[in-house]
């Protein structure tokens, strides 16, 4: 069963190329995927379209099944920059999602109909990913008060806390530091794995791609027609990173993308 | 305990002060057109429950009038400006130029236009808080990131959830900041404007009741109230900032 069903898709920004004509792909459920491309060859916008952020200029994306039609609160987005808001504590962007939730009520298209909102519940769900994302203790903290790693912590439990059945992940640990950034590779995969949730990262470094993306989708500069998807199983074992065939797997991605990189 | 006390203990030492050296002052000077708070004082309580309460009130109506139809038509427009950069380009020269303007020289085109009624005058000093609002409210929508809108708007928020949860708390700061430290020139403007073609209002009262007819003592009162007007507006705004807007009172350590 395809989790993502994009079918000949056309998109670009006025007054410049295409970015995509006549594009199809399908990415199975429960599988992890990586973008990874020259910047501006549109791998940031493909995610965008695949959140509903963006519309297609011709043909269609299905997710689920369904044609996508406005951002869909089961799909996961993580940005680079965190976009938590600034004025609320970790506990209150935590349970961001599901206070708009509460606040549309169960009208059949922010949650589904016969949805109650349960306040104690709500609060053991937000507490438990917080927990798990290694914040407690910080629930009533501001973002302006906490590191970088822990903003991104935040951001991905506020994500969690709504049970994606997608994760949608644009550059996002780029603006972290090595260490950091590894840890919360490894959470990712993790989390990704044990709720077996469909996993598609875009990233600048090939490295990155290798780790998380059991397939990788190589986007070219210019017009993209047909996808180029490198299978990589290294990402399924259980140290991609010290793995033998892990460098030349790098070096594959790399060929893929030119060689230039 | 102690801090508590500390707490009010030295602005009432500084209260104190500042009617201490107001005495001496007068004693010194020892002339009509400045007599101490020990005549002021008294009259000031005695009439703040007569005439100079209801002056005082009309005047608090008008400003807070202002406050409202400025909030009103400001925020919403910088909303639009913040958000949308074609429009900002667009408006952004106009604001500009009529930003720094002192508001009152537009007094007597009000008056020809508008007739020298209570609503001419309420105009007048919303038009001074329309361009700070606009102005703070622009700037504060245009840093909301691309990636913060979507990010909410992914987690399912349509326009409607947009506003409660993301334009809404990230202006009221702004709109409360506006107005706090534009009240005071809204009060003085206030002044001004009533000084003329009306009965009621703390210009009208401190001008024509009492300078004009050498009541000086009474004019403090009416001076008196007007601080006590500009400090309440103040403090009103301060608390509601302290209520809606708790996360500007911490400190950056990220």
Redesign the interface.
Known sequence: MSMIRIHQLFFGYSGKPLLFENFSLTIPRGESWTLIGPSGCGKSTLLSLMAGLQKPRRGSIEIEGRPLQRPRPESGLVFQDHGLLPWATVADNVALGLNIRRYYGADGRHAPRGWEHDGEKQKKTVSRWIQRLGLEGKEALYPAQLSRGQRQRAAIARTMVMKPDLLLMDEPFSALDPPIREELQGLMIRLGRRESITRITVTHDIAEAVILGEKILVARAGTNHKPQILKNPVALEKDPRTHKDFNAMCKGVRQAMGGLQ | MRSCTKGILEPAAGLAALLLFWQAGAMALDRPILPGPVTVLPLFFQHLWGDLGLHFMASAGRVILAILIAVCTAAPLGLVLGQSPHINRFFSPVITILYPVPKIVFLPVIYVLMGITDFSKIFLISLILFFQILVVVRDEAAGL?P??I?????????R??LF???YL??TL?AILTALRVSVGTAVAVLFIAEQALTQWGLGYYIVVETYQVLRYPEMYTGILAMGLLGSLLYGLIRIIERKF?P?LF?????
Do not use: N, Y
């Open positions: 990131t990636e913060l979507a990010s909410v708007r992914s987690l399912g928020a349509g409607r959830a409660r949860f993301v708390p990230a700061p807007a996360h911490i400190k950056d350590t990220g």
